[in-house]
């Protein structure tokens, strides 16, 4: 007989969760305003709000902390993260700072300006507002096949080299500060991009002399599905496809609390001194002094060693499989499901699972409300609320895809409780034609409406 799968970790420390009933998580969902990021972390029972800093660190990690140097400049800390990116990266410099956001802060405060245009692949929120709050834009350049949940494309996170192309042509070039290239494509469902559309990325920027900015939160993720998916890279390590991968960016921001597995921490890779001098100033404006920017000195320990794990084939494999596990078992229950599946987290389409809702009453987010509610599970809405208004018209931006996001922390839960959360969604789907309406807004931020919006059920 063929040997299952299983976890490559065994458990050290454990963590109670509690289960709660359906009463009590009707009144806290109306306590929390249909919007569960105000729900408390004890009132849910699997958290797969996000997979951002939630992950559980090794031994090793652990370990990291406790050799620290918290000095103010020069610590061994700093240069210890800097060995990391420098030879697994191939930065010779960088920048640290205290998440993935503050390192598109610093950048782009070096680099965006008023009316600027900055194309990618369906740019993350985080990136998106940077931009937008700077009055540029950005511009969504991310082949056609991603929107289509049910079609199968190996890298649906790839650039339409087309659509790209005519941006590029459109624009003079002091008004593109720089391609963004998301690895992997986080708002089009964790797909990747290959080492292919990189290249070709990288050759079409620099034959119009504009730098290339990966931002990279899941950069060893898509090196995964590059050895799994692309010829020619099967035999190839993840260490040497991230090197390659990154041998076609000038510049990266990274958010630690993704495929470093800290809970905490960012940083910006440079090729070029002359830009990593100029965004020195605005680290030390905003996140602290440029051997620290924002971080303990254990903190950066643990993103140095987090680097080392996080490209290992054998940790990969046990995550992505379990994502897929998950996806699987959501198949078998028939709920509607991205396909292929994304390296860290499931979408669930939410049109295919409440078509009769219409777009104005938020059917993902109707949807993680019903899920909450039946399991005590706590997943995140990816559609219309996300999407924000148009920073110009300010009317509701609907997105192609309106979805629920499972995403699964890392090294964090069983595959027991992957089905504990199929089990949850099958029973919403069983009983989708009873949830007639959905959820209006009642209070809104003006940008990135999603942390705090407010709203209720249509009645
Ligand atoms: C999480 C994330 C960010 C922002 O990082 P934070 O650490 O949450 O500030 C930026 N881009 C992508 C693709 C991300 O996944």
């Known amino acids: 007989m063929e040997l299952p799968f299983a976890e490559t970790y065994k458990i050290k420390m454990v963590e109670t969760i509690r289960r709660s009933t359906r009463q009590e998580r009707e009144q806290w969902l109306k306590d929390a305003r249909y919007n569960l990021f105000n729900l408390r972390s004890n009132q849910v029972f699997i958290d797969l709000l996000t997979d951002s800093g939630t992950g559980a660190m090794s031994d090793v990690q652990w370990s990291e902390m406790m050799l620290g140097d918290e000095s ?5 800390s700093y240069y210890k993260l800097k060995n990391a990116i420098t030879t697994l990266l191939g930065f010779p410099y960088f920048l640290p700072t205290h998440q993935g956001r503050a390192a598109e802060n610093v950048l782009f405060s070096a680099l965006v300006k008023k009316d600027d245009v900055v194309p990618g692949n369906s740019h993350f929120d985080t990136t ?26 190996p890298f649906k996170g790839n650039l339409d080299l087309g659509k790209l192309e005519d941006v590029l042509k459109k624009y003079p070039r002091e008004r593109i500060p720089m391609i963004i290239v998301t690895v992997t494509c986080n708002s089009s469902g964790g797909q990747p991009v290959s080492m292919e559309n990189l290249r070709q990325v990288y050759a079409m920027a620099q034959s119009y002399g504009i730098r290339v900015v990966f931002d990279s939160a899941r950069f060893a993720e898509n090196a995964y599905f590059i050895k799994m998916r692309e010829a020619g890279y ?8 991230v ?13 630690s609390k993704k495929d470093a597995i800290v809970n905490m921490g960012g940083f910006i890779g440079f090729k070029d001194e002359a830009l990593w001098k ?19 000195g254990r903190d950066m320990n643990a993103v140095a060693q987090g680097l080392h794990e996080g490209t290992e084939f ?33 979408f669930v389409d939410a049109k295919r699972f409440l078509p009769h809702l219409p777009k104005e009453q938020f059917a993902a987010q109707t949807l993680a409300i019903e899920t909450y509610l039946e399991g005590g599970v706590r997943a995140v809405e990816i559609g219309a609320i996300l999407a924000d208004r148009d920073p110009v018209t300010r009317q509701n931006r609907y997105p192609e895809l309106e979805l629920l996001r499972l995403a699964i922390p890392r090294r964090t839960y069983t595959n027991n409780h992957m089905d504990y959360v199929a089990a949850t969604l099958a029973n919403v789907f069983e009983r989708r034609k009873e949830i007639t ?5 009642t209070q809104e931020a003006p940008i990135m409406r999603h942390f705090t919006v407010e709203l209720e059920p249509v009645s």
């Open 437 to 441: 309406t959905g959820l209006r807004i």
């Open 278 to 296: 100029k965004a020195q100033t605005f680290t030390i404006m905003f996140e602290g002094f440029i051997t620290y920017g924002g971080m303990s």
């Open 72 to 76: 103010y400049a020069g610590a061994s």
């Open 234 to 241: 099967a035999d190839k390590t993840i260490k040497e496809i």
């Open 128 to 153: 998106k507002g940077h931009i937008e709050f700077r009055k540029a834009t950005a511009i969504d350049c991310t082949i056609d096949e991603a929107f289509d949940t049910q079609i199968y494309h």
């Open 314 to 346: 054998q940790y990969l494999d046990t995550r992505i499989r379990q994502v897929a596990y998950l996806g699987e078992r959501l198949k078998e229950h028939n709920v509607p499901v991205q396909e292929p599946f994304g390296g860290h987290a499931i």
């Open 243 to 255: 090197a390659e991968m990154f041998s076609y960016a000038d510049a990266m921001t990274m958010s």
